[in-house]
Nanobody
Framework: VQLQASGGGLVQAGGSLRLSCAASGRTFSKYDMGWFRQAPGKEREFVAGIWSVGKRDYAEFVKGRFTISRDNTEKTVYLQMSSLEPEDTAIYYC?????????????????WGKGTQVTVSS
């Protein structure tokens, strides 16, 4: 599976962005998909995940602000980000793994795309 993230950019605090992650392969619907982020000087952290069965999960710090969704026909996963804060500034990565019941952590993911930079100005 190859993943290509896009949609990052510079936005003012309180603004919105939508990230997209396009995947290759014929069995996209069988993959759990996740978004992770890494800020300068910090470790990569889980942001949001959507399982192949439709379950969604979010990190506490984005609940109520971010929404993850997927379009299996388009083989794309989205991250709608609203009420952005300067603390959301990071490189955002999408990742994939074969259908699993495990919690979504970075070490549990098998495939990674190149990140897309999100910068939120105050």
């Amino acid at each position: 599976v190859q993943l290509q993230a896009s949609g990052g950019g510079l936005v003012q605090a309180g603004g919105s962005l939508r990230l997209s992650c396009a995947a290759s392969g014929r069995t996209f619907s069988k993959y759990d998909m996740g978004w992770f982020r890494q800020a300068p000087g910090k470790e990569r952290e889980f942001v949001a995940g959507i399982w192949s069965v439709g379950k969604r999960d979010y990190a506490e710090f984005v609940k109520g602000r971010f929404t993850i969704s997927r379009d299996n026909t388009e083989k794309t996963v989205y991250l709608q980000m609203s009420s952005l804060e300067p603390e959301d500034t990071a490189i955002y990565y999408c990742a994939a793994r074969w259908d699993s019941l495990k919690d979504m952590t970075d070490v549990s993911m098998d495939y990674w795309g190149k990140g897309t930079q999100v910068t939120v100005s105050s």
